[in-house]
Every structure is written in structure tokens, then in C-alpha cells.
């Protein structure tokens, strides 16, 4: 089974991390896995999630994620305890892509790593508390079976073609910058107008986008 070339390792490397920051359990159980099963060569600084235990591990987190993840409140609630372990997970990660043989990738990857974890986390939170916002758990778990899907579909297009995972993975970077201002903007005014009605001030409602001027008793034609 041949190595990994250096583009399939850059890919490799910018897939754990962004994907690190939606499931970080089933990236560490899929890499686990693949290693393990001889599917991938994985690289010296991967290799230890091919351990029996740590696959048992992350496979015993991805049980309680994949349950936990569409409970409209609980999902929420999950993505705030993990802000402090994704990020740094996924910069770990992505680092051992390259080992401490080359150290200077290793640096370059955990940062580009950390950074993509943060940009998928904070889409991934803050589009899934808009989501929470209405009152049908529907679109919540239907959110989260493509978060489920596009971890597994990421990690193999990095590995199998990478040059196609590289034109996805920059409109998927898009896509979550749109869906971090889009989520925040709905969550800041949504936050703003609770604020108003318990501080007992006047609540303005939602804006209408058209506008129709009514005329008042002077206005009114005389025949």
C-alpha cells in the first residue's frame, strides 16, 4: 500500500480540520477505522487512532453525538461545551497529518487546521440555533443527517481526489461565511427583540418589507 502523495496529505490535512469542527468523534472514528481496516496509509502522526481502544472510544462519542445532535436545545447546548475542544482538536489533527518530520507543515497545517474547525463550528452553531428557533424538529434533524453525511464524503474525496476536494472545500468555506453572517444577524435580532419585551419596552414586531401609506380624512376626495 503506497504513502499518501503531498497533495492527498494537504487535502487530508484541511478535511480533518474543517471536519473536526462538525464531528470531531466520528473524524477520529472514520480515520481510526480507515487506518485500521488498511483502507488508507495513514500517516506516523495518525496512526494512533488506528488503536483498538481509541477506536472503541470515538465510536462510544459518536453514538452519544449522533443521538444528541437532534434534540433541538441539546444540539445547542453540545456545540457551546465543544467550542473548547473542536478547535484545538481539529489544529491537533491536522498537524499530525505531518508529523514532527516536517515540522514547518506541521505548524502551517495547525493553524490553517484550527482555522477551518472554527469557520465550520461557528457555521454549524449558529445556523442550528436559528434553526432551533422554530417550533417543528424537522429541520433539525434533517440539518443534522447532512452534517452526519458530509464528514465521510469530505475525508474520502480528500484522500481519493483531491483536486476535487479542493474546489468544494473553498465554496463550502464560502457557504459558511454566508451562513455565519446570515445565522447571526437573525440571532442578534432575535436576542435584541427578547431583551426589549422582558426590559417592558415597546416591541416594534417584524417590519413588513413593502409599506403602503394610508390616507388620512383630509386627503379624502370631495365630490
Do not use: C
Amino acid at each position: 500500500m503506497t504513502s499518501l502523495d503531498l497533495p492527498q496529505l494537504l487535502a487530508l490535512a484541511a478535511a480533518i480540520g474543517w471536519a473536526s469542527g462538525i464531528r470531531l468523534y466520528l473524524v477520529v472514528l472514520l480515520t481510526g477505522l480507515a487506518g485500521y481496516l488498511g483502507w488508507v496509509p495513514l500517516p506516523g502522526g495518525l496512526q494512533l487512532l488506528a488503536h483498538p481502544v481509541v477506536i472503541a472510544a470515538s465510536g462510544f462519542m459518536v453514538f452519544v453525538e449522533f443521538f444528541a445532535d437532534k434534540i433541538p436545545g441539546l444540539d445547542s447546548l453540545w456545540d457551546m461545551v465543544h467550542t473548547a475542544i473542536r478547535i484545538p482538536a481539529g489544529a491537533a489533527l491536522a498537524a499530525s497529518v505531518f508529523g514532527t518530520d516536517h515540522a514547518v507543515m506541521a505548524i502551517v497545517a495547525a493553524l490553517l487546521g484550527g482555522g477551518f474547525a472554527a469557520t465550520a463550528h461557528a457555521a454549524k452553531a449558529t445556523t442550528r440555533a436559528a434553526i432551533n428557533t422554530s417550533p417543528e424538529p424537522f429541520s433539525n434533524v434533517g440539518a443534522s443527517l447532512v452534517e452526519d453525511s458530509m464528514v465521510p464524503a469530505g475525508l474520502w474525496l480528500a484522500v481519493a481526489h483531491p483536486l476535487v476536494f479542493a474546489v468544494l472545500f473553498i465554496a463550502v468555506l464560502v457557504l459558511s461565511v454566508w451562513l455565519i453572517r446570515k445565522s447571526w444577524r437573525f440571532l442578534k435580532a432575535l436576542f435584541g427583540r427578547v431583551a426589549r419585551i422582558f426590559s417592558g419596552r415597546p416591541d416594534p414586531g417584524v417590519v413588513s418589507a413593502f409599506h403602503f401609506k394610508k390616507n388620512s380624512p383630509e386627503d379624502t376626495p370631495h365630490v
